[in-house]
């Protein structure tokens, strides 16, 4: 079992910064990908970025230049700085970490809460 804890959500005026943080109970090496995923009422769980094994990163498109994804091994850690926010990032933001091996199997952390409101 993997238990994958959240850190850095919060309420930020639109143009901010927030920096989210994931901390993982086993060496983050051995997913095949680990990332963040954003959900808001009504819809369904969407990618916001990943990064696998192998550092290759993938961003939603209405992110891309203004989140960074980012892993430490070392702390067992991945984190997204997301600046120049929007209220539209308003959600709550999940970790995930992926497994493919022995089976394709998701952990999820509890998720954190993203506000950007004026």
């Known amino acids: 079992q993997v238990q994958l804890v959240e850190h850095g959500g919060g309420l930020v005026q639109p143009g901010g910064s927030l920096r989210l943080s994931c901390v993982a109970s086993r060496n983050i090496f051995s997913f095949y990908a680990i990332g963040w995923y954003r959900q808001t009422p009504g819809k369904q769980r969407e990618l916001v970025a990943v990064i696998t094994g192998g550092e290759i990163t993938n961003y939603e498109d209405s992110v891309k230049g203004r989140f960074t994804i980012s892993r430490d091994i070392a702390k067992n850690t991945v984190s997204l700085q997301m600046n120049s926010l929007k209220p539209e990032d308003t959600a709550v933001y999940y970790c995930?970490?992926?497994?493919?091996?022995?089976?394709?199997?998701?952990?999820w952390g509890q998720g954190t809460q993203v506000t950007v409101s004026s």
């Open positions: 995930n970490a992926r497994v493919t091996m022995p089976t394709a199997l998701d952990y």
